[in-house]
């Protein structure tokens, strides 16, 4: 069961584990950045997102974690973390999007009950292209193991286009209250592209300030290999400046097919 829940949290995020149904109580929503208290930022017209191309030598560090715990048959609670910490320095554009990047994995960990264990890109370093050889070992040159090949591409499943996120919002100015659900889906598309199927989502912009607009977000998705199924409700961050999704914190329930549930926190931060 616990190998389960590993494979699980590493799916999330390039890479979290996963409900039957979105749980009946209130969850308190959790607060990304800025001043909760502030006016939103509505213009004339109301909220805009600009859009900006990739430039070489621009450079973007994250930071993801996903956290499920349970209870085991005996009661006990057992828990499972990912950490993954990387990051992208953009070498070639095609266009408005990137073509080729170089990707450092400073941080790819899991920790069963509280213990380390390296994933096989943990602190490595690789050059993803959209021409062939797609992904290749940034200090030997070498054709990776294919096992780091679809780690490493799970991060980068939208290279050559514009992000999800940015193609989902509109062009036209949002307003406060207004809906988006299609990025519920762009966000599941972050979490796994190959792991994860959404299933239904809303994302509701709640407030703006300066820099950023905040949308109320829930999802449901399941999980492609496993079955396993998540609900989660929370916050996401998008900036103005370019619609870049600058961070995320959803919690809620994941469940298993064969009935057992536990709790599911993701969180996701761009710098």
Same mark, same amino acid.
């Given at each position: 069961?616990?190998?389960?829940?590993?494979?699980?949290?590493?799916?999330?995020?390039?890479?979290?584990?996963?409900?039957?149904?979105?749980?009946?109580?209130?969850?308190?929503?959790?607060?990304?950045?800025?001043?909760?208290?502030?006016?939103?930022?509505?213009?004339?017209?109301?909220?805009?997102?600009?859009?900006?191309?990739?430039?070489?030598?621009?450079?973007?560090?994250?930071?993801?974690?996903?956290?499920?715990?349970?209870?085991?048959?005996?009661?006990?609670?057992?828990?499972?973390v990912y950490e993954s910490e990387y990051t992208i320095e953009v070498l070639a554009v095609l266009g408005p999007a990137p073509s080729r990047v170089r990707i450092d994995f400073t941080k790819n960990l899991t920790f069963e009950m509280g213990q380390p264990s390296a994933t096989v890109i943990d602190g490595k370093a690789y050059v993803v292209s959209v021409e062939s050889p797609a992904v290749v070992d940034?200090?030997?040159?070498?054709?990776?193991?294919?096992?780091?090949?679809?780690?490493?591409?799970?991060?980068?499943?939208?290279?050559?286009?514009?992000?999800?996120?940015?193609?989902?919002?509109?062009?036209?100015?949002?307003?406060?209250?207004?809906?988006? +659900? $299609?990025?519920? /889906?762009?966000?599941?598309?972050? &979490?796994?592209? !190959?792991?994860? =199927?959404?299933?239904?989502?809303? *994302? %509701?912009?709640?407030?703006? +300030? $300066?820099?950023? /607009?905040?949308?109320?977000?829930? &999802?449901?998705? !399941?999980?492609? =290999?496993?079955?396993?199924?998540? *609900? %989660?409700?929370?916050?996401?961050?998008?900036?103005?400046?370019?619609?870049?999704?600058?961070?995320?914190?959803?919690?809620?329930?994941?469940?298993?097919?064969?009935?057992?549930?536990?709790?599911?926190?993701?969180?996701?931060?761009?710098?």
């Amino acid at each position: 069961m616990r190998k389960s829940v590993v494979l699980a949290l590493v799916a999330l995020a390039g890479c979290a584990s996963e409900p039957k149904k979105p749980a009946e109580a209130a969850l308190e929503v959790p607060k990304l950045g800025g001043d909760a208290a502030a006016a939103p930022r509505e213009e004339r017209g109301g909220v805009r997102f600009g859009r900006e191309n990739a430039r070489v030598g621009q450079r973007l560090r994250t930071r993801v974690v996903a956290k499920s715990s349970w209870r085991n048959p005996q009661q006990e609670l057992e828990t499972t973390v990912y950490e993954s910490e990387y990051t992208i320095e953009v070498l070639a554009v095609l266009g408005p999007a990137p073509s080729r990047v170089r990707i450092d994995f400073t941080k790819n960990l899991t920790f069963e009950m509280g213990q380390p264990s390296a994933t096989v890109i943990d602190g490595k370093a690789y050059v993803v292209s959209v021409e062939s050889p797609a992904v290749v070992d940034a200090t030997t040159g070498f054709v990776p193991s294919p096992d780091e090949i679809a780690r490493v591409t799970d991060v980068l499943p939208d290279l050559g286009t514009r992000a999800q996120v940015d193609q989902v919002l509109p062009d036209d100015a949002m307003r406060i209250g207004e809906s988006r +659900d $299609a990025l519920a /889906a762009a966000i599941t598309r972050i &979490l796994h592209p !190959r792991h994860w =199927s959404h299933e239904r989502g809303t *994302a %509701v912009l709640t407030r703006a +300030d $300066a820099t950023h /607009a905040f949308f109320e977000v829930t &999802l449901e998705a !399941r999980s492609t =290999s496993s079955g396993m199924t998540m *609900a %989660v409700h929370g916050q996401a961050r998008v900036r103005l400046s370019d619609a870049r999704l600058d961070g995320f914190q959803l919690r809620g329930k994941f469940a298993r097919p064969n009935g057992e549930e536990g709790d599911l926190e993701l969180s996701r931060e761009v710098f």
